[in-house]
Structure formats: C-alpha cells, structure tokens
C-alpha cells in the first residue's frame, strides 16, 4: 500500500532563511507525487507535482522538490522564506489507476520576521 | 475560469439530521473527491467517482452518501449515522490518470 510521512509537525524559520520540509513515501510503482499548500480555511493550492519527467521539479512562489528514488524523498524547498509562505504544507502520492490521493499528516510553516 | 464551487462555505447540523454539501465543477473533469479534514489528521478520502453513476468507498465512508447524476456536480450527504461531522469539508476533481487534483474551498460543518 501506499503511504507517506512527513517529518515534523512543525517547522519555523526567520524570513529570509531556507526552507526545507521533509516527505518520505512508500510505493511499489513509480508514484505520482504532489505539494499542495493550504492557507487558513481554504482549500488545497498545488504547489507542484513530480511524474518522472525530471527529478528536480519547479513549481510557484519559489518552491522546488527533489525526488530521490533511493531515499523514496520528495523533499521541499525554498531558498529564502517569505512571510506569505506561512501555511500548512501537505505531501501526497496518488494511485496511478484511481487518482486517489494518500496525504501525510501536513506541515505547519511559521515564519518569523 | 474554471473551478470548484462548495457550498455552503459554513454548515450546521442539528442532532439526527441530514445534511448536504454541494460540489460543482465547471473543468469538466471525469473523477472526483470527497475528503474530510480534522486538525492533526491530514485528509482523508469519504468517497470517489470516476466517472458519471459510478461511486467507490474511500477510507472513511460511514456515515455518508454521495450521488454522481451529472458530470459536473458530486454532492455529498453527512447523514444522522455519522456520529462526528463535526469537521472541515473538501471537494477535489482531476482530469486523467496522473494528472494533480483541483480543490474547492472547502465547507465547514459544525454541530448546533
């Protein structure tokens, strides 16, 4: 079955300082994977999504995520953290065949000024 | 532009009623999604469609129904029997095999 888990419930950094959130996966075939970020009552924004094309992939405000197949990761980045970039972020891997998406557990991002 | 409308954004549910959340998508996609969101959970699936008559149970679809009679609307029923709905409400659709999921703004359902 596919799953994932996101390390660390919580992460803070200062503004203008890295930023890195940490999603490990498990599948049995190549996944699909997805970052998704969610503001205060609102609905998921796809930040950016990874289906085998490049292991290095870019997506809005910044963000960029690494898919490492050895370490089954798919951390994200950002260079230099924005007080817009506070947010809960989530991981998810989909089902090739259902489209079903297996979510971790989120990440709540505070940025300090 | 097209997207994901959920109504209401804010719902209560009196004890033993029914209660339904709308969903309507304009991206004209074939699959869509219900999650249930509680703090500290993530979310998780209450019921799919992947095509027009045809729903499959998520991981959590007790105490729900859902209907699929048009392509563009999924509306999801939280009935009596769902002794918890006390929770924040999320609709998604997805074109193909693949392809990321959308997501409405989600609707907000609380007990009176």
């Known amino acids: 079955a596919q799953s994932v888990t996101q390390l660390g419930s919580h992460v803070s950094v200062s503004e203008g300082a890295l930023v890195l959130l940490r999603c490990n996966y498990s599948?049995?075939?190549?996944?699909?994977l997805f970052w998704y970020v969610q503001y205060p009552n609102q609905g998921l924004q796809l930040l950016l999504k990874?289906?085998?094309?490049?292991?290095l992939v870019k997506g809005i405000n910044g963000f960029e995520a690494e898919f490492k197949k050895s370490e089954t990761s798919f951390h994200l980045t950002k260079p230099s953290a924005h007080m817009s970039d506070a947010a809960e972020y989530f991981c998810?891997?989909?089902?090739?065949?259902?489209?079903?998406?297996?979510f971790g557990q989120g990440t709540t991002l505070q940025v300090k000024p | 532009d097209g997207g994901i409308t959920q109504s209401p954004k804010y719902l209560f549910r009196k004890e033993g009623q029914n209660v339904t959340l709308s969903c309507e998508q304009n991206?004209?996609?074939?699959?869509m999604y219900w999650y249930r969101q509680d703090p500290g959970q993530g979310l998780r699936l209450i019921y799919y469609?992947?095509?027009?008559?045809?729903?499959q149970k998520g991981d959590i679809a007790e105490g729900y129904s859902v209907s699929r009679e048009k392509k563009e609307s999924f509306p999801l029923t939280v009935t009596s029997a769902q002794k918890n709905p006390t929770a924040f409400y999320l609709c998604?659709?997805?074109?193909?095999?693949?392809?990321?999921?959308?997501f409405g703004d989600g609707t907000r359902l609380s007990i009176l």
């Open positions: 990874y289906t085998s094309a490049a292991t």
């Open positions: 998604a659709s997805r074109d193909r095999a693949g392809q990321p999921q959308h």
């Open positions: 469609s992947q095509i027009v008559n045809d729903f």
């Open positions: 599948s049995s075939v190549p996944p699909y």
């Open positions: 991206l004209n996609h074939d699959a």
């Open positions: 998810a891997v989909s089902d090739s065949n259902t489209g079903k998406l297996i």
